[in-house]
């Protein structure tokens, strides 16, 4: 029994000195890893870093927008007839001008020749009675013919002149009629639905045929707080006020254009008040109707201090970035931030030109943690 229990003791305690050797290779292996504990051997956290940019940037005030047709229009017909043809596809843009539909023209063709005969005859009427009139006039003189039969050839020559232009005046009307047969359109845009098939009978100033909205330029249409008003009217005393357009999900705008109109009066229940931007949509990319956000470039702000949107934490106190402070520690900092420029953000308070800004591993150090900067990259 007595040397079983021997056993025993001397494979407990061998045991024991090859964990003791173990801890003491591992605490050898870790010290000698360059940079990654301190003097007192506290483990410093590798962090990258990043300098503060010192910019000027763009000040935006920014808005959720509407977009709206600058002109929209119902093609209508003025007269009736029956539509022989549409020209151009649901849809499709066209320009100012562009033959759309045409209906039935052989009435008012025939209307035109019959009010141009009519004109024809009344010229000839007009014709004869100057004729009798210059007969009648070297007559009066010589007293072969009565004064009174003089003054009858006269106003038969004023009534055969009236009489000519009441049907002057219908080949006009005729021709206008006529040409009403052919709908264009007034101005370029895109069409809508086609809501008159051919062969539908339609009627002056009836059903619409279709819609017509002019896609370029377009207006949007937002509501700025009248707190913005001061801001805006200051930008626009100076010029042009720009304004970009995004639709959702973008972060880079491809529409630009500028603010062209402040309405005159701030609606009291809103406290808002309407402004709109005329975008020029050269690529038709906007269509009336879209909600957007759109920005307004009011002022520029020089020196602008600006650090990595990764370096910045949050916490129940607000944002707060961290810097290498004295003795390569991480020291805290609140801050109040301003706008963004692309990945960068302005900081407005709370740090300085010359901090290192900390901006990864933030989730493993804390205030006063050791830290290893890492060369920027």
Not at 127 to 154: C, H, M, P, W
Not at 271 to 289: C, E, K, M, Q, Y
Not at 347 to 370: F, M, Y
Request: charged share 20%; proline share 6%.
């Amino acid at each position: 029994m007595l040397t079983r229990s021997w056993k025993i003791g001397l494979a407990a305690t061998t045991a024991i000195a090859a964990v003791a050797i173990l801890f003491v290779a591992l605490r050898s292996n870790s010290g000698s890893t360059a940079g990654a504990a301190t003097p007192h051997g506290a483990f410093a956290m590798p962090v990258p870093v990043a300098k503060i940019v010192k910019k000027t940037i763009p000040i935006y005030l920014e808005y959720s927008a509407r977009t709206e047709s600058i002109r929209s229009i119902q093609l209508q017909a003025k007269i009736s007839g029956y539509i022989k043809e549409q020209h151009v596809a649901d849809g499709s843009d066209v320009k100012e001008g562009d033959l759309l539909y045409t209906i039935d023209p052989r009435d008012f063709n025939a209307t035109l020749d019959q009010a141009k005969a009519q004109s024809r005859r009344d010229a000839a009427a007009l014709e004869y009675t100057r004729a009798n009139l210059d007969r009648g006039s070297s007559l009066v003189k010589n007293g072969f013919i009565a004064k009174d039969t003089y003054d009858q050839r006269t106003s038969a020559v004023s009534q055969a002149e009236a009489t000519l232009a009441m049907s002057e005046a219908a080949v006009r009307t005729a021709e206008l009629n006529l040409a009403y047969t052919e709908i264009r359109a007034p101005f370029s845009g895109r069409l809508g639905r086609n809501q008159a098939p051919i062969g539908t009978l339609i009627s002056a100033a009836g059903a619409p045929l279709n819609t017509l909205v002019q896609l370029g330029p377009i207006y949007v249409t937002f509501n700025p707080s009248e707190s913005d008003l001061a801001e805006i009217q200051k930008a626009r005393d100076v010029g042009a006020v720009k304004a970009e357009v995004l639709l959702p999900g973008e972060t880079k705008a491809r529409q630009k254009g500028e603010l062209t109109f402040v309405d005159n009066a701030v609606d009291r229940s809103t406290g808002t008040i309407v402004a709109r931007a005329t975008i020029p949509n050269a690529d038709f990319s906007l269509l009336p109707g879209q909600y957007v956000r759109i920005r307004l470039a009011i002022r520029e702000e020089p020196d602008a201090l600006m650090v990595p949107q990764t370096a910045l934490g949050s916490s129940q106190l607000g944002k707060y970035v961290y810097v290498v402070g004295e003795g390569n520690k991480a020291d805290q900092r609140l801050v109040s931030l301003g706008p963004v420029d692309g990945d960068l953000v302005m900081v407005t308070k709370g740090v300085s030109a010359t901090d290192q800004v900390i901006s990864g591993n933030l989730q493993k150090i804390g205030p006063g943690a050791p830290v290893q900067p890492l060369p920027p990259q």
